[in-house]
């Protein structure tokens, strides 16, 4: 059993850029086990929020911590980057390898996996997405929803506890949503995603905030599977 109670603990957050505070004192508890929707307008917060999570971005002020240790400085987020699993809003930033084998074998590779089990996964990895035969196929010549599946076998490539998914359905179609929905629906993982697809979030997640404002709000008890938007 983990020894922590909370995944990840936000107390009192606040970043702003130029003069503007795009999260505002924002509290945000996650055990293990949640699927949370995070919705809201552009603008509102939700993608650096959790880009605060990952360390991606410094706040000016409160407290992170995330399974059980406070995170402050670069070096203590290293352990929180193999552990959570990152998706970018764009498939261009997560994908930068000639090749889906190299793309998907550098976080096992990163992680100290020997070549041969860094293969291993990833054949293992896109059997699981029903990616077969990807691995020698060039990453600029895929489809959108190619390179979206593909960015998602990259952070699951690395086995982790926790994702955090942002606007994973975004440009891709109807098949390739109802895959990641499969995946997600199928794993045991913790999550959050961000997204403006209501049936998505209805379909994956057991609880929904929204950010206004750089706030959290959280709706009633009797809507939590519902998406305020």
Do not use: W
Not at 108 to 123: D, H, M, T, W, Y
Not at 133 to 153: D, M, P
């Amino acid at each position: 059993m983990n020894g922590y109670r909370l995944m990840i603990d936000l107390k009192n957050i606040r970043f702003r850029y130029n003069s503007r505070y795009i999260v505002d004192d924002v509290d945000l508890e996650v055990r293990p086990g949640d699927r949370i929707g995070l919705t809201g307008s552009n603008g509102s917060g939700k993608t650096t929020l959790c880009h605060i999570i990952m360390g991606l971005l410094t706040p000016e002020s409160g407290d992170v911590t995330i399974f059980g240790k406070p995170r402050k400085s670069d070096s203590d987020f290293t352990e929180v980057r193999s552990r959570i699993g990152f998706l970018f809003q764009d498939s261009d930033d997560q994908l930068f390898c000639p090749t889906v084998l190299e793309d998907v074998a550098f976080g096992p590779l990163n992680q100290g996996r020997s070549p041969q089990e860094a293969r291993a996964i990833v054949k293992q990895t896109l059997e699981r997405l029903k990616l077969n035969g990807f691995e020698e196929r060039l990453t600029y010549q895929l489809s959108g929803g190619e390179k979206r599946l593909i960015s998602l076998a990259t952070i699951l490539a690395m086995q982790p506890e926790a994702l955090i998914l942002d606007e994973p359905t975004t440009g891709v179609d109807e098949e390739t949503t109802e895959r990641i929905t499969q995946i997600l629906n199928s794993s045991d993982l913790t999550y959050i995603v961000i997204s403006h697809d209501r049936e998505f979030l209805e379909k994956t997640t057991n609880k929904t905030l929204r950010m206004k404002h750089g706030k959290i709000e959280s709706p009633p008890l009797e809507a939590q599977t519902m998406v305020l938007v």
